[in-house]
């Protein structure tokens, strides 16, 4: 058992920037401005939260 190659592989870990993802919505998907709940196409008011979307 080696102790340094595990803390090796743990830094190598951290090396590595934290991916961001990236949020992949169809065209024309909106989402809630107020909640982030993702809007039906042509919905005028959000189904989680009710506010008024889109114009
Ligand atoms: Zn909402």
């Known amino acids: 058992m080696s102790g340094q190659e595990a803390q090796q ?9 934290a991916q961001p993802q990236q949020v992949v919505s169809p065209a024309g998907a909106k ?3 107020n909640c982030g709940a993702a809007l039906a196409p042509g ?12 114009g």
Do not use: H
């Open 9 to 17: 592989a743990q830094q190598a870990q951290q090396a590595q920037p």
């Open 43 to 54: 919905a005028k008011f959000c189904s989680e939260c009710g506010t008024k979307v889109g």
């Open 31 to 33: 989402f809630c401005s």
